[in-house]
């Protein structure tokens, strides 16, 4: 039976017991709208804990003005629904003033790793997510943390954060989960048109572009990084990046890497999709 805790110390109890009692608790934060892809992160955090808790939270301070926080989907009994069909032990689901009481004034902050990529594009998006993180870390007390590696910067970004602040916390992450037409999946697909959905696919085209190239023995990055942009630039209507960068400093990287991050974020009328392939390591998308 899952549990629906809204109350952050009531939370942070649960998730004391559950330590004492059974050993390890297993988080996975998610901003609810779950799909497949957030139900791989619980899976995987079951398989590494004996007390599992998700996190539903719709986190404004990761959001800028002109961003989409409003129109962000809220599913909360149908995420219900699926944590329990998962074995979910508590879904803590707080208002935001529980969050955030009016003399809330500290920010958690990753320097040069929160720079570049989203970065240049959401300059107050990571320190929104590393806060509420820390927050959520502190609350949960977890052995292990599960984040999908499609958001692969803030993954990183929370590797650093851990590891700087020396949290005690495993952050593990998940490959993304895709369509089967290759799609990766994600909250805001369900914003696209059925002709925008179809164009969407030009982002995992060009990944797919980029992975060709490089098992054909191609490792020029700036190479790599167009057959990537080309299908994008032909269809979506703006882009704010396509690079490839080096998949730890997120830096422009050597000019023959072992591996090398393609991460894109493009815009199909309102809607903006990210997507990511780390050459030398995953599978073609
Ligand atoms: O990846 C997300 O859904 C969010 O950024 C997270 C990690 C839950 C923080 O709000």
């Given at each position: ?25 297993g ?39 002109d ?6 989907p809220k ?48 300059p ?18 977890p052995?292990a ?13 929370l ?11 495993e952050?593990?992450?998940c490959p ?5 037409d ?31 190239a ?12 167009n ?45 903006r ?13």
């Amino acid at each position: 039976m899952t549990t629906v805790i809204r109350e952050p110390a009531e939370f942070r109890r649960a998730c004391d017991d559950a330590r004492r009692a059974s050993g390890r608790v297993g988080l996975v934060p998610t901003m609810g709208a779950l799909h497949a892809g957030h139900l791989s992160l619980v899976d995987e955090a079951s398989r590494r804990a004996d007390f599992l808790a998700v996190t539903i939270f719709v986190n404004p301070l990761q959001f800028a003005a002109d961003e989409d926080l409003q129109r962000y989907p809220k599913t909360l009994e149908h995420d219900l629904q699926s944590c329990q069909q998962r074995g979910v032990d508590v879904v803590f689901a707080p208002d935001t003033d529980a969050m955030y009481p009016d003399c809330f004034q500290t920010q958690v902050r990753v320097a040069e790793l929160a720079k570049p990529l989203e970065g240049v594009f959401r300059p107050t998006h990571f320190e929104g997510v590393t806060t509420v993180v820390a927050k959520l870390f502190n609350l949960t007390g977890p052995c292990a943390a599960v984040f999908g590696r499609k958001d692969y910067q803030q993954w990183k970004v929370l590797c650093r954060m851990v590891g700087d602040l020396d949290m005690p916390i495993e952050v593990v992450g998940c490959p993304i989960v895709r369509e089967p037409d290759g799609l990766a999946l994600s909250s805001r697909n369900r914003y696209l048109s059925e002709a925008d959905r179809h164009r969407a696919l030009a982002i995992v085209e060009g990944l797919r572009a980029a992975h060709d190239a490089w098992e054909h023995g191609e490792r020029k990055p700036s190479v790599l990084e167009n057959a990537a942009a080309t299908p994008v630039e032909a269809v979506f209507d703006r882009i704010d990046y396509v690079a490839a960068v080096d998949p730890e400093t997120l830096e422009p990287s050597a000019t023959s890497p072992e591996r090398l991050l393609i991460a894109a974020a493009a815009h199909l009328g309102s809607t903006r999709l990210i997507d990511n392939v780390v050459l030398g390591e995953d599978p073609r998308p």
